[in-house]
């Protein structure tokens, strides 16, 4: 299997045999329905740019999520799985290379921005995201899952508003620059 399938694949198979079969022994019930294993998944994969470090950080978030279960009751705090992954894919990445900060060209989001996503595999999307600087590695994963609103990405990537707002403003700036070189827009026809 290649590109989308692929990785939603793989996420979806990883959720479904969790949910299905309860493999830690207790059901992850979270308080808010926004709040999904898939997304969670998904998130990891952003994070990382890579599915198998995905994979494993999702499942250690979910193994150390049932011992928590098991000892003390889970958090009733919102998107505390998504806080916790988030460490993890920080701490995960701390032994990969790291790329030396560079200028990255800005280009403005241009109408043809959609017909250049619709073209993009999510492992180019991941590898994007997975190589920017934290903390806008954070807030662009966040951003393109389409479920925080933009209070809930501040809270979880630990950012004032403001500074949020920058990082997401010069990170899509800079991806529609990579798209543009990427898959030029294609004349209308």
């Known amino acids: 299997m290649v590109g989308k399938e692929a990785t939603t694949g793989l996420g979806n198979t990883l959720v479904d045999e969790i949910e299905a079969r309860n493999v830690w022994g207790f059901q992850i019930s979270v308080s808010a329905p926004k709040q999904n294993l898939a997304q969670l998944y998904r998130f990891c994969f952003l994070m990382l740019g890579d599915s198998g470090k995905a994979q494993e950080v999702f499942q250690r978030t979910l193994h150390e999520a049932a011992r928590r279960a098991a000892r003390e009751g889970l958090p009733n705090e919102r998107f505390w799985l998504f806080r916790d992954a988030r460490w993890r894919c920080l701490e995960a990445s701390e032994t990969d290379l790291q790329a030396e900060p560079l200028e990255i060209e800005e280009q403005e989001i241009t109408a043809g921005t959609a017909s ?9 999307l991941a590898i994007w995201i997975s190589a920017a600087p934290e ?3 954070t807030a662009l994963a966040f951003f393109y899952l389409d479920e925080f609103d933009h209070r809930e990405i501040a809270d979880l990537a630990e950012l004032k508003l403001s500074e949020l707002s920058r990082l997401l403003a010069v990170g899509r700036r800079q991806f529609q620059a990579w798209l543009g070189a990427t898959f030029p827009e294609r004349p209308p026809v």
């Open 116 to 124: 250049q996503i619709e073209r993009l595999e999510p492992i180019q």
């Open 135 to 137: 903390p806008q590695r």
